[in-house]
């Protein structure tokens, strides 16, 4: 027969061995409870322990537990690293990005945004896992902590009101658009999810074989800032990014800007598309297209002559072809005696730009003679096998091979038409626009398309842009927004750099500046010249801002700034870095 059930509190003692071999001694009060039918444990105090080796068993106390003191004083001094995030507040204010975040939505979310974008930027794309330490000794413009849930809730919350973005881009548009040509380009975002739509199988930029989303970017030109951004299915053609792009013109109030894009862009039914919405554009295009090069070896003359040369890179000679293109396209509605669906045909004005470079000429012939020998001396060591398709369909076309006799020797020599062929093009290349200006104009917007080209290319790196990170579709809309951001800090930033090398370079040869200063400016010229965007981040992001408060007042240290960080500081513009004693900046009682 069972003992009966009483209701009364059991006490007993529980031991537990650790790892080390020492056993802790618990007092346990327990009672149990009939209709679980299990014992509920309500209270356990350690006794002690027993240490190993022990032999008697005696149990010895543990260490204590530090007590709580009521008048313990709490902790007042503070330290801040402020040199990186100064600079980086600095550009948000400069570039008016932190007010078009305000202008556009509530002020919570647009400190979180713009916390986000200094993050990736000041610690080159970091993953936003690590963001809560780095606001710890951070001040960013969104005080609380950004944990993930605040994030992934902030990119959904981003991603569905498209309003927001939207306006933004208006409001980016109104503030930066200065110049008369906007830049057109785009890259991919490769994705391991099976979650997001967008992803599909496609041209892949960085090759590693994933599906991709496409992203799809407008810049200005002027002021070498993005205006807006679009994401596409990674499937579709580049050339399919440009109708929606001719769309947002109007909405961005920008119809009248001429759009730049590379070769990658050029097809006949976009160029169509732009001269039918009056869109003036400028895009690269192939010499190896029939029409242009037909021009092209019936203008080279011209290349050659003195006139032709540019007037700020004598490398390089161009001139202008006016050309009449005509272009069919169907009808989209009636009109007239115009059918939907008849097909049209039209002859418009087109200006090719033809230039030669005669720097790249050399480089051209020496990549093609050093490809040409080295396959040479492959084939002669019996290696085709090992080439690739397109090394053999090289070898093919440029090289002749023969034996002198039954089993004798194989000689390979370069099959000289072929050579020659190749090499009369080189150097030479085109550009095609619907506006009426000068070759050398034209061929300024279009390197200014190639610099933002390349910044935009290194936002994979700086902005976390090498992964979409996220499992649907709004979220990475949300995601890619505050990239887009961060994008137009850099931009700026970059461009504030660069003006300032220029002034440093000016004030070098003043007259009236003391040998002094020019010694500085000099100091600073070079120390600039050796660092990267990320390395320049990193150096300042060492200056610190300590205040120790007691009774007596308050004293402000800030520590880890030289002469040159003060200088630069100073020269940008920003606050807070005068020159004062580095070990007391202020005292107030």
Known sequence: MSKPITGKTTTSVWKQKRKNGDIYVWERKTVYIPETRKTKELSRKLLGKIPVGSTNGEIVPTRPKRKKTEDAVPQSSTRSKIGATSLLRWVGEQSGITDDLLSCMDEGSAKKVDTIAQFWLANQGDRLQRMQ?????????????????????????LGLNEGIVQNYFLARA???????????????VSSYSRYIKETRQGFN?????????????LFDLATHQPIAFAREPGNLADVSGIENALK???????SKAQIVTDKGYYSRNNIGQMLRKHIKFLTAASIDLSWVNHRLQKNKSGLETASSLCPWDFNIHGITVPVDAEFTYQ??????EAVKGDILSETRRLYLHLYLNRERVGEDEKRLATDLMSLKNDIEKGLWDELS???????????????????????????????????????????VSNKAEDCFEALRKYRLREKIEEAFKDTKNRLDGTRTRVWDGDTLKGRMFCQFVGLGYQCFLHTKIKELKEKLELS???KKLAEKDKDQNADLLKWLKKQSMQSLIDWFDCIELTSLKSEVGTVTQ????????????????????????????????
């Open 174 to 188: 109104k503030r930066c658009h200065k110049e008369d040509a906007v830049a057109f380009d785009s890259s991919t």
């Open 205 to 217: 930029k960085a090759g590693d074989g994933l599906d991709t989303v496409k992203l799809l970017t």
């Open 248 to 254: 947002q013109f109007s909405f961005l109030n920008i």
């Open 558 to 589: 800030r520590s880890g700034d030289t002469k040159r960080d003060r200088l630069f500081f100073t020269l940008l513009g920003i606050p807070g870095f005068e020159e004062k004693p580095q070990y007391q900046l202020k005292v107030s009682p």
């Open 508 to 510: 070098l040869s003043d």
């Open 331 to 336: 009808r989209q509605r009636n009109r007239g």
């Open 389 to 431: 398709e397109s090394a053999q369909k090289k070898v093919e076309k440029y090289l002749n091979t023969s034996r002198l006799g039954r089993g004798g020797k194989l000689k390979v020599t370069i099959n000289e038409d072929a050579y020659a062929q190749a090499r009369k093009d080189y150097g030479y290349f085109a550009l």
């Open 133 to 157: 330490k780095w606001q710890f000794l951070h001040p960013t413009p969104y005080p609380e902590p950004i944990s993930k849930d605040v994030y992934h809730d902030l990119f959904e919350y």
